[in-house]
C-alpha cells in the first residue's frame, strides 16, 4: 500500500471514530433528557432560562432586531416581554424534542392533537396525495407524529435540510422518522415525489416548512411579511400544483406547557386553479396571523429577514 492511501485510510479511521464518538455522546445525552419525567423536564427548563439568556445570550441580538422590526407598533416593553417568553418556549421546545426518542406512541397523540384531521384522510383515501404547509410555529418537531394520525396505507414524509453537523443530522433523522414519516432532503424532493406517485398507486402527504430564507439566486418572488419585504422559497408551490396535489395548512395552539391542539384546514381547493406564487401568498398570509396572535412560539433566532427592507 502506497503512503498516500496509508495516509487517507488513517484520516477515514479516525473520521470515522470521531463521528461515532460525537454521535454516541450526544444520542446519550439526549436520551438521558428523553427520560425525565415532564414535571421534572420542565423545572429543568426554568433553570435553563437564566443562564441562556442573561449569560450565554444565545443570538439575543437577532431575536431583538426581529421583534422590534417585525412589531413596529409594540413598546420597549412589549418587545422585551415577547423577547424572554420566546427564549422560555425555546428551551421547553429543545427538552420537549428530546422526547422523541422515547416518548410511546400513545402518549404523543394525547400530548398533540391534530384537529380536523379527517380532512386529510379523506383525500388520502380518495387517492388524492397532500402538501402540507407548515412553519417555525409552536413545536415543530412534534409535528412529525402526524403520521399517527393519518391514513395507513398513504406514503408520509416530511422535508427537510441536511445539518452539517453529521452525527447531530442522523440523530435528527431518526427522531423525525421514529412516528412513521420518512425525512426526505430537500434537493431529493422531486425525485422522491416522483417515484412515490409512479410505485404501488399509493398516495402521498408531504410536510413543507416553508419559511426558510431562500439563497439569493433562488430568489423568485417576494411578499410582505411581518412588516418586511420577505423573498420566499416557491418550490413547495412549484411542487404542489405540478404534481397535482392537495394543498393543506397546519396552524398550532399552544394548550399548555407539553400540549398542542394543530388545526388542519385547506390551504386551496384546487391549487393548479392559481396563478404564479398566489398559493405561496395564501401560505405567508395564514402563518403570519397565527404568529400575530402567539408571536413567541415562532423561531425568531435565524436571520429570515437578510437582505430584506423595512416596510
Not at 48 to 53: A, E, Q, R, T
Not at 128 to 144: A, C, D, I, Q
Not at 231 to 239: D, F, H, I, N
Amino acid at each position: 500500500m502506497s503512503a498516500m492511501k496509508k495516509i487517507k485510510c488513517l484520516n477515514d479511521a479516525t473520521s470515522f471514530l470521531h463521528f461515532g464518538i460525537q454521535y454516541y455522546a450526544i444520542f446519550s445525552l439526549i436520551k438521558i433528557i428523553s427520560h425525565i419525567p415532564f414535571g421534572m423536564l420542565y423545572a429543568l427548563s426554568d433553570i435553563l432560562f437564566y443562564p441562556f439568556y442573561f449569560i450565554i445570550r444565545y443570538r439575543r441580538k437577532m431575536v431583538r432586531k426581529n421583534l422590534t422590526e417585525s412589531f413596529p407598533n409594540k413598546s420597549a416593553d412589549e418587545i422585551m416581554h415577547i423577547e424572554k417568553a420566546f427564549y422560555h418556549f425555546f428551551i421547553d421546545m429543545i427538552l420537549e424534542s428530546c422526547k422523541l426518542i422515547s416518548i410511546t406512541p400513545e402518549d404523543i397523540r394525547r400530548r398533540m392533537k391534530f384537529a380536523n384531521i379527517e380532512i386529510a384522510n379523506k383525500m388520502l383515501a380518495e387517492g388524492k396525495s397532500v402538501s402540507v404547509f407548515l412553519g417555525h410555529y409552536g413545536n415543530w418537531e412534534w409535528m412529525s407524529s402526524i403520521g399517527l394520525w393519518l391514513h395507513k396505507d398513504a406514503i408520509k414524509a416530511q422535508i427537510y435540510h441536511k445539518l452539517r453537523n453529521k452525527p447531530m443530522d442522523k440523530i435528527m433523522k431518526k427522531l423525525r422518522e421514529r412516528m412513521g414519516n420518512k425525512c426526505v432532503e430537500m434537493y431529493k424532493t422531486a425525485r422522491f415525489i416522483a417515484n412515490a406517485t409512479n410505485t404501488g398507486n399509493k398516495p402521498c402527504i408531504i410536510g413543507f416548512i416553508a419559511d426558510q430564507s431562500p439563497k439569493k439566486r433562488e430568489v423568485k418572488h417576494f411578499i410582505q411579511f411581518l412588516n418586511h419585504k420577505t423573498p420566499v422559497l416557491t418550490g413547495t408551490e412549484k411542487a404542489t400544483k405540478h404534481y397535482g396535489f392537495n394543498a393543506i395548512f397546519i396552524s398550532t395552539r399552544r394548550v399548555k406547557r407539553g400540549y398542542y391542539e394543530c388545526e388542519i384546514s385547506s390551504l386551496h381547493d384546487n391549487p393548479k386553479s392559481l396563478p404564479d406564487y398566489e398559493l405561496t401568498n395564501l401560505y405567508f398570509r395564514r402563518l403570519e396571523h397565527e404568529i400575530q396572535q402567539h408571536p413567541e412560539l415562532y423561531l425568531w433566532t435565524h436571520n429570515r429577514f437578510k437582505h430584506t427592507p423595512v416596510l
